[in-house]
């Protein structure tokens, strides 16, 4: 079935890195995202993944998989107080004709 | 270039009651998907429509229901309203490529339903 696991808070200081980690459970996933909610706002896409693929960087993102564990990561690097939202690891099948299965979401605090 | 956009924002309603939310897609794209927000939980899947077809449905009664317009416009119509139904309903466009694949949805801000 599916499900996607995560932690529910990370708190890091300004300038530090962040990770933030996930694991999901349906071994047919071929996409893997991370969206981005902040408050009273909708969800905004960060950045994805495919299935076939270990890494990805974009800017100051970097996205981790570990297919044998079933494990996504998202590196924020030099992270800002305009950061601080809730992350969602999301996987689907087929892309967007499918439907995407979100996992609780992390609330990631940036400490000035 | 407009995004998705949702209305209304906000809505109380009485239980028992029953509502209809609206969703325009972003432009250029053919499928709008729904997805009802409970506060502290992660978006749950209602369902998915493409050519004026449900084609995909999440594990939502029957009480919910939806249409697609021909301009790509949806509702999301949800009937004998419960205490439990009150959530962050937020509605996703996407474009279908020839695969059936994309790389994620343009997601609007929601409508915050509440039922008293």
């Known amino acids: 079935g599916e499900d996607v696991e995560q932690s529910l808070f990370l708190s890091v200081r300004e300038g530090d890195s962040s990770v933030i980690n996930c694991t999901y459970t349906?071994?047919?996933?071929?996409?893997l995202y991370w969206y981005k909610q902040e408050p009273g706002a909708g969800l905004q896409l960060l950045t994805y993944i495919f299935s076939n693929m270990d890494m990805k960087q974009d800017q100051r993102l970097t996205v981790l998989l570990n297919k044998k564990d079933k494990h996504l990561s998202l590196r924020i690097a030099d992270t800002q107080t305009g950061d601080s939202a809730i992350y969602f690891c999301?996987?689907?099948?087929?892309?967007?004709?499918?439907?995407?299965?979100f996992g609780i979401g992390t609330k990631l605090q940036v400490i000035p | 270039d407009a995004g998705v956009t949702q209305s209304p924002t906000h809505l109380i309603k009485t239980r028992g009651q029953q509502v209809t939310l609206r969703c325009s897609p972003k432009s250029g794209h053919d499928t709008v998907s729904w997805y009802q927000q409970a506060l502290g939980q992660g978006p749950q899947f209602i369902f998915q429509y493409y050519e004026e077809e449900e084609r995909q449905r999440g594990n939502f009664p029957d009480r919910f229901s939806g249409h697609q317009f021909p301009n790509y416009s949806s509702e999301l119509n949800v009937n004998a309203l419960l205490l439990g139904d009150s959530a962050l309903y937020l509605c996703?466009?996407?474009?279908?490529?020839?695969?059936?694949?994309?790389?994620?949805?343009?997601f609007g801000s929601g409508t915050r339903l509440t039922v008293v």
């Open positions: 996703a466009s996407s474009l279908i490529s020839l695969d059936r694949s994309n790389y994620g949805y343009t």
């Open positions: 349906d071994s047919s996933s071929t996409y």
């Open positions: 999301a996987e689907s099948f087929l892309g967007g004709y499918q439907k995407v299965t």
